[in-house]
Each structure stands twice: as structure tokens, then as C-alpha cells.
């Protein structure tokens, strides 16, 4: 049988990244929409582009198997696409292997083209792929969180304080991760790259000067980085100099646009800006005492960290909003990080005094939509190490 138009359907997962992963295959007949060939594949522990391309490539094996000579490939991974249709550069050695399979077997087709769909329109893919997670999980002896195979049917709205805000979850359940149908929204929390007031226990300074040498260098590796762990729909960022010009190296790494979100933007710590910690408790002992028992209480001159969190709060709402089950790049200062991490795990205020978000940092938090959110990452620098 030779010469038939196909479409393949194809899609791939993990819960973890990396963590139980399956793929699911859908082929067509082009002409009819008759499905010829489908296939779950439970793959065992593996990352999300991995699943994808793995799924990719039994699809298009399928393809040759059928007598595929004009074959569409869609895919809800604009990633795979992009590479795929030789836009974007494969930078990953993994997944430069998987590729080149894929690409063997786009050669022995008559014509391939790559289309990206919304996942509303891969589900029966979707939900192969979830199976096959779903058989995972189950050899494994656990269970994980459901990454769901059905859009989200708008955007989350939570009430600032409500219980069934991010962060917190009903009757104490799990709810979001338990029960959800639709997938988290996941903000990959970005600290800005070094600058020449980063690190030495110092107060930020939202006005500062951009990045040194090194923090360009270290930018650029985040953006490498950030590019291989995940398919991110948006760039997000503070508007501050050292922020922006971090966020534009992972924009262009990613080939997309920078969205400012002045929210996002460091605690104004007023007279305090730039200084040491040891400095301020010298220098305004009662006040530094005051600031450390109180959330309430500003920097002389600047801002309370309360204020900090009911505008990093709306930021984080306004994002949820826009990208609804999708992941987003959110470029900002260590003060909102810690805060967002900390309302992910619904902790006390002082927790933030105990926690650590390095220059080129990377966190990561998946926020349900029905219940609690999830730190699936915290101040991963190994990029900078590479």
C-alpha cells in the first residue's frame, strides 16, 4: 500500500519532568479521518521532550508502516515543531538523538510537514499519553500529579484570601493535584542575573545598575537552561534594568516577547536600598529590629513587606489569568520570589528569611486552578556550573 496522506496525532508527558512518562499515537487517514494505527507506550522516568519526541517518532514509524507519503504531523508541542521544521536549533545532546531519529524517519515519507494545534484539539493523543503515565505510576506503586487531558475551560479566578486560593487547599486535601482536569499553570520563577549589588547579604535595589560581564554570561546560560526544561508560552518580567535585560536574553532564547508586569518589581526598601544587612542594623537598630517582627512594618522611606506580597499577589493572579495551563518564564528580584514561594507553601511570613534565591536562580511553581499549588523546583543553579 503506497502513496496514502496521513495525519498523525502525537503527544507526550511527564509528571515530574522528569518523572513517569508515556506517549500517546494517533494516525489518520487524511481523506477520511479514519484512525488506522493508535498507540500508549508507557516509556518509564523521563522528561516531557522526551515523551513528545518519542511519541513523535512512533507516530512517524507508524506513518512508514502504513504507506505514508504525504504525512502532517501535529503536535501540541511548539518546541518539537519548530525544531522539527528546522526554525529552531536542537541544543540538547538527548535530544539531538531523538531528532535525528525522527528526522531518518521523515525520510523515508514522501513529505512531512509539522503543525502545531492546541492541545483542545490533540486530546485523544492527550489521553493515550496519560494512560500510559497512568501504567507508570501504577508499576511504580504511587501515584503522581494528573496532568489532564482536557483544556481549561477558562481562567482561574481566586479570591486574594480565599481557601481555595494557590497555596491553599480544601478540607486540607489536595485537591488540584488529586482531582483536577485541567492542567497547572506553572510559573517558572526567574532571579535576575548578577549585578554589581548582587549577593554579599545586601538589600535590593529595584532601581540598580543592569548586569555585569559575568551576569550577561550567566543569563545567557539561564536562558540555555530554561529552554531545555520546558515549552514556555510566555515571557513575564519587572520592568527594573537587571531584570529586563535578563529577561530579553531568555525572550530571544525562546523566541518570544517580553511582557512587563510592574508588580513584579523588587520591595522598595527605601534608605536601605543596595546596603548591607549588617550595615542597616547598625546604622537603624530599631527600625532593621521592627522590619524583622513585622511584615507591617517598611524600611524607612520604602515599603512594607506586606505591600510586597498584595501587589506580587496580583501580578501572579494577572499571569494566571493571560496563561491559563501553560508554563511561563516570570523574570523578577529575590524578595518576589521568596514571596511567591512562600504563598506556594502557604507559610508563615518569617519563612522568608529562610530561604535562599541565587542570581540566575531558577524556582518553579505549578499552581492548580481547584486547589493547592506545588514548589516542583527551588534555586536551581546547576546551569552555572556547566
Not at 518523572?19 to 516531557?48: F, H, K, M
Not at 492541545?119 to 494528573?146: E, F, K, Y
Not at 487531558?149 to 479570591?159: D, I, N, Q, V, Y
Not at 515549552?231 to 516577547?257: E, F, H, W, Y
Amino acid at each position: 500500500m503506497t502513496g496514502r496522506r496521513l495525519i498523525v496525532e502525537a503527544d507526550g508527558g511527564s509528571r515530574g519532568n522528569p518523572g513517569p512518562a508515556g506517549y500517546g499515537v494517533v494516525v489518520r487517514d487524511a481523506r477520511t479521518g479514519e484512525v488506522l494505527a493508535e498507540r500508549s507506550v508507557a516509556i518509564g522516568r523521563a522528561t516531557n521532550n522526551v515523551a513528545e519526541y518519542q511519541g513523535l517518532i512512533a507516530g512517524l514509524q507508524a506513518a512508514v508502516e502504513l504507506g505514508g507519503d504525504a504525512v502532517e504531523a501535529r503536535l501540541d508541542s511548539k518546541l518539537l515543531v519548530e525544531q522539527m521544521s528546522g526554525r529552531w536549533q536542537v541544543k540538547h545532546p538527548d535530544m539531538r538523538v531523538l531528532a535525528r531519529q525522527a528526522g531518518d524517519l521523515v525520510g523515508q515519507l514522501g513529505s512531512v510537514r509539522f503543525t502545531w494545534i492546541p492541545r483542545a484539539l490533540n486530546t485523544r493523543a492527550d489521553r493515550l499519553a496519560n494512560d500510559a503515565m497512568d501504567a507508570v505510576a501504577r508499576s511504580a506503586g504511587r501515584t503522581t500529579g494528573v496532568r489532564g487531558t482536557e483544556p481549561a475551560t477558562g481562567p482561574p479566578t481566586w479570591p486574594s484570601d480565599s481557601p481555595a486560593a494557590p497555596g491553599h487547599s480544601r478540607a486540607g486535601l489536595p485537591v488540584g493535584l488529586m482531582h483536577g482536569t485541567a492542567p497547572p499553570t506553572t510559573t517558572m520563577l526567574l532571579r535576575h542575573a548578577q549585578t554589581a549589588r548582587s549577593g554579599d547579604q545586601r538589600f535590593g535595589d529595584r532601581e540598580g545598575a543592569g548586569l555585569t560581564e559575568a551576569g550577561a554570561a550567566q543569563a545567557r546560560a539561564l536562558a540555555d537552561r530554561v529552554a531545555r526544561l520546558s515549552i514556555v508560552a510566555a515571557v513575564v518580567s519587572s520592568p527594573s534594568p537587571a531584570a529586563r535585560q535578563t529577561a530579553d536574553v531568555v525572550g530571544r532564547a525562546l523566541d518570544l516577547p517580553v511582557i512587563e508586569e510592574p508588580g513584579l518589581v523588587e520591595t522598595d526598601f527605601g534608605q536601605w536600598a543596595g546596603l548591607k544587612f549588617s550595615e542597616v542594623r547598625d546604622r537603624w537598630p530599631a527600625e532593621f529590629a521592627a522590619w524583622l517582627a513585622s511584615a507591617d512594618a517598611p524600611a524607612p522611606q520604602g515599603e512594607s513587606l506586606a505591600a510586597t506580597v498584595t501587589r506580587v499577589r496580583r501580578a501572579r493572579d494577572e499571569v494566571l489569568r493571560r496563561f491559563p495551563g501553560t508554563t511561563v518564564a516570570v523574570v523578577t528580584h529575590g524578595t518576589p520570589i521568596k514571596t511567591l514561594l512562600r504563598l506556594a507553601l502557604d507559610a508563615p511570613p518569617p519563612s522568608l528569611f529562610r530561604m535562599q534565591v541565587d542570581p540566575a536562580g531558577i524556582s518553579e511553581v505549578q499552581w492548580y486552578a481547584d486547589g493547592p499549588a506545588v514548589v516542583a523546583r527551588m534555586n536551581d543553579v546547576a546551569h552555572l556550573d556547566s
